[in-house]
C-alpha cells in the first residue's frame, strides 16, 4: 500500500515519499506528515534478533513506499557503513540506573549522522525516480550539528551542491573547525552574523521566494533541504528507538511488552517527534520527556498550553538546542489539532506574526504521552560531574539536559518506569565545556587539544577519527554575512545571474 505525504497547512494533493524528501517543505510553507502513521509489520520478538540495518529496512519500508526493496536497501547499506565506529552503530550503555542510547557514533559524532548519513542517497534516488534533471542546492541553517553532519554526507555527491549557515559566535569551537576545514568541491559553508533562529528564518525565506526559485530554475538547479523538517531526515530517526528496545528486549533488560520512557534532549523537536512516532506504531513507548536548556520554551509550552518565542535568546553550553522555533513541534500541533490543517495553519500564522500561539484545552488534553522541564546550565554540569565521579561515563552537555531533567522527572513522579536517554552527542565534540564541568580548577587554562588528550585520558574511550582530523586541518572556507544578506550570499555562491 502507497503511503503518500500532505502538508500540515493546507488539504492540497498529497505527494510520495519521494517528491516530499525531494522537497523538503510543502509549497504552503507547511510540513509533510504521512497521511497515516504505519503500525510496525514485525513482532518486538523478530526484531529484537536484526541488526540495525535490518532494523532501518523494517521501519523505513513502511513509509518510503516508493521506494524498491533494492533501493532502500542499497540507501541503508551505503548509510550505515564503516562511517560508523562500532557495527552496532547505536548502541546501549547502562550507567546510573539509565540505559543511553549512544547516537554518536557516525562521521561527525553526534546524532545528526543517524539520519545524515542516509539523507543524500534517498534523495539522489528520489530525484532519478522523479525525472529531475536539475542540481540539488541543499540549503541548510545550523546550530552546530547538522551542518557539519549534512556537509559530510553531501560531500562530493553527484549531482549536488551544500550551502551551510551557522551563527558566527553560537557555535563551540569544535563544531566551527569541524565545518570550515570541511572538504569537498561542492560544500559551502557561511557564518551568519545572527543566532540560529536568524539562520533557520533566513534559510525559509530562500525556500518560500518564488522568483528566486524561477532563476535557479534557469540555471538547472533546484532547493531542498536537509534541515529536520525533511521527512527524510525524521523517519530515519524512527528507527533507532525501534532498535533500542528491540535491544533491550533481547538482552533481557526488558520483560516482553514492558514499557520504557524516552528521555531527549530537544531542540528543533526532530528527534522527540521520531519517538512518539516510534510510540504510535507499536512500540512499547510509555512517557516522552522533553528536555530543554535554558531557552525553555517548549517546557513552557508544556506546562502551560502557550508557545511563546517572545524571549531573550541564551547562548548556553549546548548550543545545538539553542533554539526558540522549534520546527517540528508543528507536526505535533497538527496531530493534536485533529489532523484539521486550518486550525494548524492559523496558529502558525500566529506564530509567524506574534511570536506565539496558545493551544485549546482540547489539544493540551493530547499531550499526556509528553513531559516537559529543563536544566540550567549549573545543574547540566553538576550531572555530568556527578555520573563521571559515581560510574566513570561521561556525557557531553547535551546528554547532560536530558539527564538532569530525568532525575527532575523522577522526584516530580516518583515514576520507577525504566528509561531510555538519548545521548545526542560524544564528549569530544563538547569537550571544554565536558572537563570544565568535571574540574575547571584543573582544566580551564588548557588548550582545546590539550583537553581532548585529557579527556581520553580520564574517559579510557579513545579519540574518534573526527577529532583526530581536524587538529591539523586547514580552514577552507572564511565567508562570512550579514543575517539579511543571505539570499545574496546564495546568489553569489551560485553565480545564477
Ligand atoms: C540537534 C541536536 C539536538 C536537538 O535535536 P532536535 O531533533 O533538534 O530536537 C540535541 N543534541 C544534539 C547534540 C544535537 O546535535
Redesign the pocket.
Known sequence: MELLYKSTRSDSAPVTASQAILKGLADDGGLFVPVQLPKLSVSMEELSKMNYQETAYEVMKLFFTDFTEEELKRCIARAYDEKFDTEEIAPIVKADGAYYLEL?HGATI???DMALSILPHLMTVSAKKNQVKNDIVILTAT????GK?ALAGFADVEGTKIIVFYPENGVSPIQEKQMVTQKGKNTYVVAIKGNFDDAQSGVKAIFNDKEFAKELEASHAQFSSAN?INIGRLIP?VVYYVYAYAKLLAEGELAEGEKLNVV???????????AFYAKNMGVPIAKLICASNDNKVLYDFFTTGTYDRNREFILTN?P??D?LI???LERLIYRIAGEDSAANAELMNSLAANGSYKITDAMKEKLKDFYGNYAKEAETEQTIQALYDNTGYII????A?AATVYKKYKKDTADTTKTLI?S??SPY??TRSVMNAIDKEKYHAMGDFELVDELCRISNVPVPDAIEEIRSARVLHTRVCEKDKMKETVREILKTK
Do not use: R
Open positions: 554518536f553526534a546524532f545528526k546550530s552546530g550539528d547538522t553532519a529536520s530517526q531527549v534532549p530537544t531542540g528543533n523537536f526532530g528527534n522527540i517527534l521520531a549546548s545545538s538546542m533554539i522549534s520546527s517540528n557531553d552537555t547535551h546528554t539536559v538519548a545526542t552527542a565534540k563538547f
